[in-house]
Nanobody, 124 residues
Framework: VQLQASGGGLVQAGGSLRLSCAASGRTISLYAMDWFRQAPGKEREFVAHINAYGETTDYADSVKGRFIISRDNAKNTVYLQMNSLKPEDTAVYYC??????????????????WGKGTQVTVSS
């Protein structure tokens, strides 16, 4: 599976961005998908999760109420709508998919494939 994240950029605090993650090589419609982020000097952290059918979502407390994860299985694409952005949201954002294990999705080590990441910078 190849994952390509896009949509990052520079935005002022309070602004919005929409990230996309396009998959190729395998349909992702059978799998849950996740977004993680990594800020400079920090460990990669869980951001959002969506199940295969898009019925169930989960979010890190830090983004709950501001970010929305969604998917379009017909386009083999997952999205992350980020609203009310804060400077502390500045990070490289990665999409990922877990296929070969049953570990909890909030752990980066449970992901089997990663996209290359897209930079999000929020200015104050």
């Amino acid at each position: 599976v190849q994952l390509q994240a896009s949509g990052g950029g520079l935005v002022q605090a309070g602004g919005s961005l929409r990230l996309s993650c396009a998959a190729s090589g395998r349909t992702i419609s059978l799998y849950a998908m996740d977004w993680f982020r990594q800020a400079p000097g920090k460990e990669r952290e869980f951001v959002a999760h969506i199940n295969a059918y898009g019925e169930t979502t989960d979010y890190a407390d830090s983004v709950k109420g501001r970010f929305i994860i969604s998917r379009d299985n017909a386009k083999n694409t997952v999205y992350l709508q980020m609203n009310s952005l804060k400077p502390e949201d500045t990070a490289v954002y990665y999409c990922a998919v877990q296929i070969f294990n049953d570990y909890h999705y909030s752990q980066p080590s449970s992901m089997d494939y990663w996209g290359k990441g897209t930079q999000v910078t929020v200015s104050s």
